[in-house]
């Protein structure tokens, strides 16, 4: 404890230093540090927060907002640049900010524009220097005044053309722009490309929205507008005088293979289904790009390009040219690990194969192949064997809707993928012989955004087989009065799951990504529900069919679970500026089981702590309620549960180079829905709850490679459910490194 002190107070003393380095050695002579930026307004109305983009200059950046440490580590490099150790330190450095009055002057007048443009028209903006000894403040006073608002709004179309499409029946162009409205150039300029992406999708492939133009007269007085926009004829820059805005068609597509032979390597009919490019129709923007979404989902092609030509015979023709370029059919991939249980050493080695073109129609076949091996000792009671354990899986992805009944328009609307799997997985233990099947027949699809993602579990099947449990463990944990666990033994006899699921993700962002972004404010929101064994409780309620003697009814002479499950997932992050965020993240969960269950499967329980939930507890470490573990051989059983919730705020910073730090803050914890006696404490109480969240803070840091993050996070606990006494209820005031702190390395985001 004593060391973790001393390298705590080390850390800190030196983050004092760095922060105390003086950076005025570095300076140009006359040269002043920018040392803050602030925009202030003097109307309530106008948020200052949105001009923070227009800022030319901005001062050393700082971690977790409070400390310039970047500036500070490059002070220590000295002045002499050639030394190796000097550039390195520089190199994950930040050199000081030299104020710069011209760049102070374009900001000033970047401000005062963007501020004209929201329709403050006599705004101004006041910029004043403040200096201290080397270092210089700025401070911009937004003087905005009255905005002006928009008395009366037309529209002249000068093509007769564009002018009856967009007065079409049941077509009918919308404009956002009304009288009355707030006169915002933002605005006209968004309402430009609203149109050109209309016109985009009715055959207009030339225009662009250099065509509208708006026309303001400001000198009606009253701080009032008159609005005029105009959609002109088209021309171009080589051309003299201007003609009609021309409709264009699709002619026939021109599909180029982009192999050594040009021979299609991928059957015409599926790349055909993924072309919304038809003959005949007018040409939409929104069809090529749709084109390019689902032929970019067909595994078995790498890259897509289209072109347009007019066509020589008639000039309201576009021939599309499509060039497919392939993927790499066959990959193979070897996963050696190694492995350290409790001192027990042991290995796994995984062979995966892919084929992305297996029909020539883009399916995806996959085989896994996974073999373990842990050498046991000191199991007292138990013959003398190693773990082993083998396991194949393998499954077939198509990239379409495989279902009956589905109209055309439903399968052109979205983007699916249907699949089928299959695994076998066997494990020896000297305790017990376990064997698990799993067949899974799902969907999923999603928008041409790629921002809703959907999956359905159409039919999920999960055999557990337990074909031996050793004597001793049986009487141990199984069978014996004393010691019995009811949890423990659900987890141990044979098992039939036949669920059905479905399930739904939803990003402000495109869902492909999973890098830190300190640039935008993003949310995230995950559902699913889940349930199994109706069916077959019917079938046996419709025929009477006979119990076992528990009075559970079965399938092959196996019970079958019976259960609801469902689950809520929110976060979202908010930007700070270029450098720091903030991420909040809220996650429910509740599992009932019912009718032919009394106990929720193992697989299908809750766990609390970890690196994805209360930090400050080890994986299964944490919960139900306020039980406390008091058994550590089994205890991974017990502190499981049917209700989770969540609750995180992390603070995000970039530090240097590719390392991100986080501070965060987490709670949360398991309950049960049933009381149990191996789990006393643990059942959800309405009046008790809120009084067993448990509360933990730490730090991390991300390795962040912008296409995958590692992760490490070192969370302590600050509240304990468990205890009741002061001392061990808040670890916060009472802290114990070596009990209350737990560190978790992971891949990716916690949220």
Known sequence: MKRVVYAFAGTMLAVLLLQACSASRLLPEDGYLLDRVVIRSDSASLSPAPLQGYIRQHPNSKWF??????????????????????????????????????????????????????????????????????????????????????????????????DSVMRREGDRYHTMLESGMDFDLNRLDAERSRLSSYLLNRGYYRFHKDFVHFEADTTIGRRRVDLQMQVRPYHSGTQIGLRPHQQYRVGAVDYRYETEDGRPFVRSRVIRNATELHAGDLYRESDVQDTYARLMRLGAVQSVN??????????????????????????????????????????????????????????????????????????????????????AEMGLAFPDFRFPFLSEQFRHAVLATSEVSLMFDLQDRPEFHRRVVTAAWRYR????????????????????????????????????????????????????????????????????????????????????????????????????????????????????????????????????????????????????????????????????????SVRGWSVRGLGPGSFQGTDGRIDFINQTGDMKLDMNVEYRSHLFWKLDGAFFVDGGNIWTL?????????????????????????????????????????????????????????????????????LHFAVGLPF
């Not at 310039?68 to 050639?82: A, E, F, M, Q, W």
């Not at 002006?148 to 093509?159: E, H, N, P, W």
């Not at 009046?687 to 070192?714: C, E, P």
Request: aromatic letters at 14%; glycine letters at 8%.
């Open 65 to 162: 907002s409070l400390m310039k440490v970047p500036l500070g580590i490059y002070c220590l490099s000295g002045r002499d640049s050639t030394k190796r150790i000097n550039r390195f330190v520089r190199r994950i450095g930040e050199a000081p900010v030299v104020y710069d009055s011209r760049l102070a002057q374009k900001t000033r007048q970047n401000i005062e524009s963007a501020v004209q443009n929201l329709g403050y028209l006599d705004a101004d903006v006041e910029m004043q220097e403040r200096r201290h000894k080397h270092k210089v403040g700025l401070l911009y006073q937004i003087h905005p005044r009255e905005r002006y608002s928009v008395r009366l709004m037309q529209i002249d179309v000068q093509d007769r053309g564009v």
């Open 306 to 391: 289209i072109r347009f030509a007019e066509s020589a015979q008639d000039s309201t023709m576009l021939r599309p040219q499509i060039s497919l370029f392939p993927s790499k059919r066959n990959t193979f991939n070897v996963e050696p690990q190694g492995t350290n249980s409790a001192g027990d050493f042991g290995a796994a080695l995984s062979l995966s194969y892919q084929n992305r073109n297996t029909f020539r129609g883009s399916e995806a076949f996959n085989v896994k192949l996974r073999g373990a091996f842990e050498a046991i000792k000191g199991l007292s009671g138990y013959i003398d064997q190693d773990y082993i354990e083998y396991g």
């Open 445 to 612: 699809w999603s928008g041409s955004d790629r921002r809703r993602q959907n999956r359905v579990d159409l039919l999920d099947l999960d055999y557990v087989f337990m074909p031996w449990i050793s004597s001793t463990f049986r009487e141990r944990y199984l069978d014996n009065p004393t010691s019995r666990n009811a949890i423990l033994r659900y987890i141990y006899e044979d098992l039939f799951i036949m669920k059905w699921g479905y399930s739904f993700t939803y990003s402000s962002q495109l869902l492909n990504g999973a890098s830190l972004n300190y640039g935008t404010n993003a949310y995230t929101l995950r559902g699913g529900i889940e349930t199994s064994g109706n069916l077959l409780y019917g079938i046996s309620q419709l025929f009477h069919t006979a119990s076992n003697k528990k009075g559970q009814y079965t399938l092959f002479n196996i019970a079958y679970a019976q259960y609801v499950k469902g689950d809520f997932d929110f976060s979202k992050s908010f930007r700070i500026d270029a450098r720091n965020s903030l991420a909040l993240h809220f996650g429910f969960g509740i599992a009932y089981p019912y009718g032919n269950t009394t106990i929720l499967p193992y697989e299908k329980r809750y766990f609390s702590g970890g690196a994805n």
């Open 674 to 742: 049933r009381e149990y006696a191996e789990q006393p404490g643990g059942q959800f109480r309405p009046d008790k709850f809120y009084k067993q969240i448990a509360v933990a803070y730490g730090l991390g840091l991300r390795l962040n490679f912008d296409y995958f993050i590692l992760r490490l996070d070192g969370g302590m606990k600050a509240i304990h459910p468990a205890y009741t006494d002061t001392r061990h209820h808040y670890p916060l005031l009472y802290p114990d490194f070596g009990r209350d702190f737990n």
